[in-house]
């Protein structure tokens, strides 16, 4: 017997589980199908996004049943900047979740061709897996997706009540606005175990009345430690909105990070009362547990008054 047949005699044993690995090796095992079943969804994972690129709809097809054959805890799929990715495509890949997932990942940043469809097929499956702990969704610059769709993911994530972490991209997105946000708001308000939020929607359509929206949902969660809000040169944020923000953070007992990002906003009321400004400093000198702030103001409805306070009061927190 060469070397390699010995090899091969203990490597089959070790995966079936025999405790002696020099004894003939079964032919047949549930271990062998399991771990076949494992590589031929790694393989898969690993040629979707050429696949989708290439519109080999039949073969992506396939790829998708090994995934799904798999019936595995996490799934990551990336498709950015993927042109050829059809709603047709993403169809597929929603019905193909197992639903046992725990872990979801998935970027569509850069598809300009997923809209309403495609998103409305997505979160018909999200809404399935209710043992998902944590979702990551990036859409960032996928400019067919309407308020609407971006709505209808909001609301589902209120039927998700295992997640942890909440991460979704929805930068560039000109259409989804303050619904969307309001819906994030109401739903996340339900998400008592939520510990890491980030919501963002740089160059969006949002103003101050959904960020009121969303504040009123965060305002209080037990156990969210981690947040990071972007509405980066969305120009009909305001003052009001963002006083409402600053307020419901002070409200997060937990709160170890914060990252806020409102730079190139603009604020519709007197500049001379920068109310948003003296919240965001009360609110983040409250939180005893806060180690991290990284805020973005910049060309905002923050003067230079108000981010030189800020700066002053955060200075004295730390050197406390």
């Known amino acids: 017997e060469t070397s390699i047949e010995l090899d091969k005699v203990r490597l089959l044993n070790a995966i079936a589980g025999m405790e002696d690995l020099n004894a003939p090796a079964p032919e047949e095992h549930a271990a062998y199908d399991r771990l076949n079943t494992a590589l031929q969804a790694r393989f898969a994972w690993a040629l979707l996004h050429q696949l989708a690129e290439r519109g080999m709809q039949m073969a992506f097809e396939k790829a998708l049943n090994a995934i799904a054959a798999s019936d595995g805890l996490q799934a990551k799929f990336s498709f950015m900047g993927c042109k050829k990715l059809t709603e047709g495509m993403v169809g597929q890949l929603a019905r193909s979740l197992p639903r046992r997932l725990q872990h979801l990942s998935v970027d569509f940043s850069g598809c300009i061709a ?169 609110g983040l000198l409250g939180l005893q547990s806060l180690s991290l702030v990284d805020l973005r103001l910049q060309e905002s409805w923050i003067h230079a008054e108000g981010r030189a306070d800020i700066a002053a009061k955060l200075a004295h927190h730390r050197g406390r």
Not at 208 to 217: D, H, N, P, T, V
Not at 240 to 249: D, Q, S, T, W
Not at 254 to 264: I, K, M
């Open 114 to 282: 997923l809209g309403e469809k495609a998103m409305r097929s997505l979160v018909g499956s999200i809404v399935g897996l209710r043992q998902l702990e944590s979702l990551r969704l990036a859409c960032e610059g996928c400019v067919s997706i309407t308020d609407a769709a971006a709505q209808s993911l909001a609301k589902a994530v209120a039927q998700l009540p295992q997640l942890t972490l909440l991460d979704v991209n929805l930068s560039g997105c000109p259409d989804v606005g303050d619904a969307c946000l309001e819906a994030f708001g109401s739903s996340v308000a339900l998400l008592q175990q939520l510990s890491l939020l980030s919501l963002l929607c740089a160059d969006c359509g949002v103003s101050q009345r959904g960020i009121c929206g969303l504040a009123s949902g965060i305002r209080g969660l037990p156990k969210l430690a981690h947040i990071h809000l972007s509405f980066h040169g969305c120009v009909n944020v305001g003052d009001v909105g963002v006083k409402a923000l600053g307020e419901a953070v002070g409200t997060l007992g937990q709160l170890e990070s914060a990252r806020l990002d409102v730079e190139g906003c603009v604020v519709p009321v007197d500049r001379r009362t920068p109310v948003g400004s003296a919240a965001i400093a009360r």
